[in-house]
């Protein structure tokens, strides 16, 4: 994905790419809720947060380049669950779970949106 956005830099696809799989890797250590996290170390907790807080800064930037890319928004939601996760901080947890929740409502949002639209043009024979 990276080779892929140096040469489409203006495609969203590969940040949605990168974001996709940070977000596999951070799952596969810190477990559906959490529980791998007190299991890593300061050092590893410290890795997976850049790899999280990567994957959000590349699936924002696929966002700006199509806001209607519902599919990006549902894995911001996914990496703030997981950057949630990965804090001690009760506060810093719940505004985060907060924000993951305003990116899985906005993906909802989109998704329904553009669900109508391709309903609207198969029945219009639009394409």
Partial sequence: Y?????????????????GQIDHSVSFSRTGQLGEGVENMSPEEIAQTMTL????????????????KYWEAYSYTNLLFREKAKL???????????????????????????????????ARTGEK
């Fill in 2 to 18: 990276r080779k892929r956005l140096e040469i489409e830099p203006n495609n969203p696809e590969p940040l949605y790419g990168i």
């Fill in 52 to 67: 999280v807080d990567e994957g959000i800064s590349a699936l924002q930037k696929a966002t700006e380049m199509n806001p």
């Fill in 87 to 121: 804090t001690s901080d009760k506060n810093e947890k719940e505004t985060l779970l907060r924000q993951a929740d305003q990116y899985a409502s906005k993906a909802l949002v989109l998704k329904r949106e553009a669900e109508e639209k391709a309903a609207e043009a």
